[in-house]
Structures are given as structure tokens and as C-alpha cells.
């Protein structure tokens, strides 16, 4: 057990890489292990392309040739989720596996997908392969609880981000613009903005902050940038319209839709926003929000109870007075010093 515990830990740091890559499918990482040796590694790196499954088999024949048939009937291939049993971008890998006779899958754990949950590890078993499964499941679905939170929920799991000063103020009381955390903070949302599918911001914020909501003192691709606006009192020329990122605009006044623009149209803004917001955004494959608003846009998701994760940075200043940041009724989980800043993180559920 402890063996199989080494291997499956590999593998959850190879599906880690797929991070910002690979929704709304799910990461995976496997390894191929031949006596007690990694003979092949890979993980899921792009959605649409090759499983991870397949990418380790693809490596071990490339690296082994003809020997690799047989190579694969002594190996275990260790893998991080339940391997799929369904045609969807890809063949099935469970089906792949089958076809070059591998010896023995380790599985970490079940995929909650419907149309794979236990299948993958029938068809293995049918094909006369022995299968382990439930090594680090608790692992395995904490990586993936993005995933398993749009499949279980129908929603994107929801991550609330903003920054406090010392004594509990987020923003100035007129409304103004005024940074709080340092360069280092800054850096670190960027890096996370790369990791998730969207991230949304209210009128206010919007108006006051002129955010960008992209990529740029990070190395990744700009997720889907949010915007709540109900009476589109955000100017054309904002930046949040630049083209640099696709941009959704819920409002009450439009509905329309241009190559990198969405306005939608929502019945009733006043009443289950948060909920409208995320079922909408689940049936367009948003897998992950970070919600990075104002005090207002905030509240909505957290008196909805509608959020998963919340960052906080708080930094060494203090302010006196201005607009309170959030009251949250969870314990803090985690806490690390970023530059001059500390970050706590909360789980609503954990």
C-alpha cells in the first residue's frame, strides 16, 4: 500500500501541471511502472488533447518500441483518476488500456462524471486487468474538486479573493481607487487568474478600480473576464472591452452577442443572482470563478452561501475607517506570508 501510495502521489503532482489547461475536463496524472521503476510519465495537458492515459503509452512505445507490448503486460499503470469509459474528444482510455493488456491499474479515485463513474473500472476488469482503486481518494478529489464541484453541483467551484487593510477596511469610503497589497500579492493573483476559467467584478469596482482582469506579470492564458453591470453603466471604451479576453456582461437592458462580448440578458436581477449567475455560467463549461468585486458583490455570494473558497490578503497598514471587508463564520485553514502581506485561506466546506 505504501508503494502504491508513492506512485499515486507522482502522479497527482503530473495532474497538478494540467492546472488552467485542461477544463472543463478534469487533471490527471499516471505513471507506467515496470519492477518497481517509472518507466513512463505524463498528464492531461490541453483540453481536447490526449488523456493522460494515452500520453504515458504513447511515451512508453516510443521509448521502447516493439519490446513495449510486452513490456505493458507485466506493468502497472498508475493513475490518478478513474480512466474514462466514454467517447468524448478522445477515445476511451479504459478501452486503451484494455487493448495493450496492461497488467495492473491503480486508480486513485472514481470519476463522478455519470457516464464514467465505475465504468472505467468495469471494463478493465471485464478485459481481465486487475484494478486497485481508492489510493489517496481524498487526495485524488480535493485536486479535482473544480471538477467534481460543476458535476455535482452544477455550478463553478467559487473562490472569493480580496485584499484588508490591518484593521478591516477594503476600500475607501468615497469610492476612490487605493492599492493595498504589494507587488508580490499582485503577482500571485495574476498567477491564479491563469489557474481558473473566470473572474468576476461588479459596476462599482469596475468604475472605481478600471480593472483589466488578465494575465499580464504571469506566464498563462486570460480567463473569462465577468462583469455584473444591470443598467450598462460601464462605458464601451473600459478596458474590461478590449478584446484582450472574452467578456460577459450580465445586465437587464441587452442581449447580444459579438466575437469576444457577451451581454446577457437576466430576468430579475434583484432576486438569486448569485445562483443565476453560476448556473449560467456552468452551462457555458465555467469550471472555476474567482470572484474579485467590491463589498457588495461579495455579499451576494456569501449570503447566498454560494462560494467554495475565499483569499484573503491583509496587509501591515491601517486605514481608520473606509468600507469593511466581509464577515466570514469559517476558520481559517491556511495561512502563509506573501511579500509584506499575509494570505489566509478559508474552505466553506472542509
Same mark, same amino acid.
Given at each position: 500500500m505504501q508503494e502504491h501510495e508513492l506512485y499515486m502521489r507522482r502522479c497527482l503532482e503530473l495532474a497538478q501541471?494540467?492546472?488552467?489547461?485542461?477544463?472543463?475536463?478534469?487533471? $490527471?496524472?499516471? +505513471?507506467?511502472?515496470?519492477?518497481?521503476? =517509472? @518507466?513512463?510519465?505524463?498528464?492531461?495537458?490541453?483540453? #481536447?488533447?490526449?488523456?493522460?492515459e494515452a500520453v504515458v503509452i504513447t511515451e512508453a512505445q516510443r521509448r521502447y518500441g516493439d519490446d513495449a507490448a510486452e513490456l505493458f503486460r507485466s506493468a502497472t499503470m498508475y493513475v490518478s483518476l478513474e480512466p474514462c469509459a466514454h467517447y468524448g474528444k478522445t477515445p476511451p482510455c479504459a478501452k486503451l488500456l484494455a487493448d495493450h493488456r496492461v497488467g495492473r491499474v491503480v486508480i486513485g479515485c472514481r470519476d463522478p462524471f455519470d457516464q464514467v463513474n465505475g465504468r472505467g473500472i468495469?471494463?478493465?476488469?471485464e478485459a481481465g486487468i486487475e484494478v486497485i482503486d481508492g489510493i489517496l481518494a481524498k487526495d485524488a478529489l480535493w485536486l479535482?474538486?473544480?471538477? $467534481?464541484?460543476? +458535476?455535482?453541483?452544477?455550478?463553478?467551484? =467559487? @473562490?472569493?479573493?480580496?485584499?484588508?487593510?490591518?484593521? #478591516?477596511?477594503?476600500?475607501?469610503?468615497?469610492?476612490?481607487?487605493?492599492?493595498?497589497?504589494?507587488?508580490?500579492?499582485?503577482q500571485l493573483v495574476h498567477r491564479w487568474r491563469s489557474e481558473e476559467d473566470a473572474v468576476l467584478v461588479g459596476t462599482k469596482t469596475a468604475l472605481a478600480d478600471h480593472p483589466q482582469l488578465t494575465v499580464r506579470d504571469w506566464v498563462g492564458r486570460n480567463p473569462k473576464r465577468i462583469l455584473i453591470d444591470k443598467h450598462l453603466a460601464v462605458p464601451p471604451d473600459s478596458e474590461l472591452f478590449d478584446g484582450s479576453a472574452e467578456t460577459i456582461v450580465f445586465n437587464t437592458l441587452r442581449s447580444d452577442w459579438t466575437e469576444r462580448i457577451k451581454y446577457i440578458d437576466v430576468?430579475?436581477?434583484d432576486w438569486y443572482l448569485p445562483q443565476k449567475i453560476a448556473y449560467q455560467l456552468?452551462?457555458?463549461?465555467?469550471?472555476?470563478?474567482?470572484?474579485?468585486?467590491?463589498?457588495?458583490?461579495?455579499?451576494?455570494?456569501v449570503e447566498a452561501g454560494l462560494w467554495d473558497e475565499a483569499r484573503v490578503f491583509t496587509s501591515r497598514d491601517t486605514w481608520g475607517g473606509g468600507i469593511p471587508s466581509p464577515i466570514l463564520h469559517s476558520v481559517t485553514l491556511e495561512s502563509r506570508v506573501i511579500g509584506p502581506d499575509r494570505l489566509d485561506i478559508y474552505y466553506r466546506n472542509h
Open positions: 501541471l494540467g492546472a488552467g489547461s485542461v477544463s472543463p475536463n478534469p487533471m $490527471v496524472g499516471a +505513471v507506467l511502472v515496470h519492477q518497481e521503476r =517509472i @518507466i513512463a510519465e505524463g498528464y492531461h495537458r490541453k483540453f #481536447g488533447g490526449p488523456h493522460a468495469q471494463l478493465l476488469k479535482n474538486r473544480r471538477f $467534481v464541484t460543476r +458535476v455535482q453541483q452544477q455550478r463553478p467551484y =467559487i @473562490i472569493l479573493k480580496w485584499a484588508q487593510t490591518a484593521d #478591516g477596511y477594503m476600500a475607501p469610503a468615497d469610492g476612490t481607487q487605493r492599492w493595498i497589497t504589494g507587488a508580490v500579492a499582485k430576468e430579475d436581477m456552468y452551462l457555458m463549461d465555467v469550471q472555476s470563478l474567482i470572484v474579485e468585486g467590491g463589498r457588495k458583490t461579495l455579499d451576494l455570494f
